[in-house]
């Protein structure tokens, strides 16, 4: 069984900068994507960034458009952990951000039906 807990949220001010973290337990090795979806209050949960096993030491990233540029994705298998670095923030980032890890290597990386397993979820607040 596979367990995900984020942390790093917090409140912060436009134009800062906030590192998530994404720990993992049990069946989270690296070939499996992993990716940080978010959800804001009244909306749908959104794709914010993914990551994917290429070959030997190479990984390949996926952004969503809103944080292309921003935002950085990040994993350290050692760890069993992935990281989003967020620079750069807006109001409009304000949401509750989820770790989650896909059900198959080929699992479509933009949609949260790829995903099996979820983390709580970590509030990140941004005031203007």
């Known amino acids: 069984q596979v367990r995900l807990a984020e942390s790093g949220g917090g409140l912060v001010q436009a134009g800062g900068s906030l590192r998530l973290s994404c720990a993992g337990s049990g069946r989270t090795s690296s070939p499996y994507p992993m990716a940080w979806f978010r959800q804001a209050p009244g909306k749908e949960r959104e794709f914010v960034a993914a990551i994917k096993w290429a070959s030997g030491s190479i990984y390949y990233t996926y952004y969503g458009d809103a944080v292309k540029g921003r935002f950085t994705i990040s994993r350290d298998n050692a760890k069993n952990a992935v990281f989003l670095q967020m620079n750069n923030l807006r109001p409009e980032d304000t949401a509750v951000y989820y770790c989650?890890?896909?059900?198959?290597?080929?699992?479509?990386?933009?949609?949260?039906?790829?995903?099996?397993?979820w983390g709580q979820g970590t509030q990140v607040t941004v005031s203007s």
């Open positions: 989650a890890r896909a059900g198959s290597i080929g699992a479509n990386v933009y949609s949260t039906s790829g995903y099996d397993a």
